[in-house]
T-cell receptor
């Protein structure tokens, strides 16, 4: 019963490097999300996908791109990493947009 | 003004006491509300959700919603040290089609 699986768990990048965070869910959920969480702060929405084939910007989309590869998978790409992108990234999914969210275990990203 | 605001905390209660966590929201388009618990270094997990005015109880947890006052609360009865965590309030806005989170309230239950 995997739920939402994120990879990698930890990553260190140098400024300007690129990387893709992977996320997959096995709950047949329609909606998927990427959040970032900075110390002492709540979750801020980066991008979301209401259903397969659609993606929309959240509160803090600058510097990120996403791909909803299929119903199960939703990836987040940093094209040119910046120190301001040092954060913990959570992928989540839900049956519909107004349903409770199920979170992955998070990716701790450090950009030096 | 933030869309979802929570008491900044931290909140400390003795074991066995009632912990009261509060959340206000600014947009009346918000219709569904969620409480998540997040242990340090872990991911958030759903505790309760509430859609209708009034109280909703689940074990030691009670969620209260007052749409007229734009206020949501979470009561934890008989608080245990294992309840020590950060509690995140989220509001789903029907017009925006997405949820917004508060910054969270950190609760410490002292034995």
């Amino acid at each position: 019963n995997a739920g939402v699986t994120q990879t990698p768990k930890f990553q260190v990048l140098k400024t300007g490097q690129s990387m893709t965070l992977q996320c997959a869910q096995d709950m047949n959920h329609n909606s998927m999300y990427w959040y970032r969480q900075d110390p002492g702060m709540g979750l801020r929405l980066i991008y979301y996908s209401a259903s397969e084939g659609t993606t929309d910007k959240g509160e803090v989309p600058n510097g990120y791109n996403v791909s909803r590869l299929n119903k199960r998978e939703f990836s987040l790409r940093l094209e040119s990493a910046a120190p301001s992108q040092t954060s913990v990234y959570f992928c989540a999914s839900s049956g519909t947009l107004d349903s409770p969210l199920h979170f992955g275990n998070g990716t701790r990203l450090t950009v030096t | 003004q933030k869309e979802v605001e929570q008491n900044s905390g931290p909140l400390s209660v003795p074991e066995g006491a009632i912990a009261s966590l509060n959340c206000t929201y600014s947009d009346r388009g918000s219709q569904s509300f969620f409480w998540y618990r997040q242990y340090s270094g872990k991911s958030p997990e759903l505790i309760m959700f509430i859609y209708s005015n009034g109280d909703k109880e689940d074990g030691r947890f009670t969620a209260q919603l007052n749409k007229a006052s734009q206020y949501v609360s979470l009561l934890i009865r008989d608080s245990q040290p294992s309840d020590s965590a950060t509690y995140l309030c989220a509001a789903f806005n029907t017009n925006a089609g997405k949820s917004t989170f508060g910054d969270g309230t950190t609760l410490t239950v002292k034995p």
